[in-house]
T-cell receptor
């Protein structure tokens, strides 16, 4: 049973460039969430995709956008990169909440380390 | 905005000692999850607590969810060097859908 996979593992970009990160969810999961983790901090929620639509969004600018494909995999795109975008980008997958359930377990991939120079 | 405060931020102890990590908030959470993260890797889910007052045990790790579902603790008995890592608590708010709000983490180092 494959877990969450992400690519690439590492990426180096320069300011102003654009980047695309990819994620494949755990088998059987249909929801993908993206998080940004700066060095020494806890992950911050970027957005979540379900049924190929953005369902929730955190406090991130429009430079951050995403997509979910029919096979549930997802992409995170960041435009006009800033130095402050350097971080570990984590993808987490889960199964859509069962109606009335407060249970939500998210399983994380290994992350993509983005360095902006 | 829901916030989770974790303490302590750093903890360095000797093998065999006991420790407790705290996760506190003024907000109520539907569920709370504890993760452990190694350098350069993603967080690995340890446990999910859902019911106020719930206690779960995972070998030498004991997790407790506060009665009011606003706080949680992680207690490790007889810590071992293999327990070294970043411990993160993350909550699902009652009105925030399924997004996770993370604490800042506790960096634990267990010295042999």
């Amino acid at each position: 049973d494959a877990g969450v996979t992400q690519s690439p593992t590492h990426l180096i970009k320069t300011r102003g460039q654009q980047v695309t990160l990819r994620c494949s969810p755990k088998s059987g999961h249909d929801t993908v969430s993206w998080y940004q983790q700066a060095l020494g901090q806890g992950p911050q929620f970027i957005f979540q995709y379900y049924e190929e639509e953005e369902r929730q969004r955190g406090n991130f600018p429009d430079r951050f956008s995403g997509h979910q494909f029919p096979n549930y995999s997802s992409e995170l795109n960041v435009n006009a990169l800033l130095l402050g975008d350097s971080a570990l980008y984590l993808c987490a997958s889960s199964l859509c909440e069962v109606a009335g359930s407060s249970y939500n377990e998210q399983f994380f991939g290994p992350g993509t380390r983005l360095t902006v120079l | 905005t829901q916030l989770l405060e974790q303490s302590p931020q750093f903890l360095s102890i000797q093998e065999g000692e006991n420790l407790t990590v705290y996760c506190n908030s003024s907000s109520v959470f539907s569920s709370l999850q504890w993760y452990r993260q190694e350098p350069g890797e993603g967080p690995v889910l340890l446990v999910t607590v859902v019911t106020g007052g719930e206690v779960k045990k995972l070998k030498r790790l004991t997790f407790q969810f506060g009665d009011a579902r606003k706080d949680s603790s992680l207690h490790i008995t007889a810590a071992q060097p293999g327990d070294t890592g970043l411990y993160l608590c993350a909550g699902v708010g009652e009105t925030s859908g399924s997004r996770l709000t993370f604490g800042e983490g506790t960096q634990l180092t267990v010295n042999p």
